[in-house]
């Protein structure tokens, strides 16, 4: 069973500062178990003690729509 929780929104450089702080102390912690807060909804993980983390940095140029920049974060591990 496949279960996925996704939100979109538009956050100001500092609130995503916060909320990248929060979702690494939550990582950085003893617990087994972790909180990560997806739009109005709290999702607990239970994630292995190493993480598998994939980067993807997209840069893209244009003369009539400006310059585009992405960055894609994934984490994933199996228990």
Do not use: C, H
Request: hydrophobic content about 40%; overall charge negative; proline content about 3%.
């Amino acid at each position: 069973m496949v279960q996925r929780t996704t939100a979109d929104e538009k956050l100001p450089r500092s609130e995503l500062a916060a909320y990248l702080a929060t979702l690494a102390e939550e990582f950085d912690g003893d617990a087994e178990e972790i909180n990560v807060g997806v739009g109005n909804k709290t999702v607990s993980l239970n994630p292995a003690a190493e993480v598998d983390v994939s980067i993807d940095v997209v840069e893209r140029s244009s003369m009539l729509r400006g310059n585009r920049e992405t960055i894609e974060i994934e984490l994933s591990w199996k228990s």
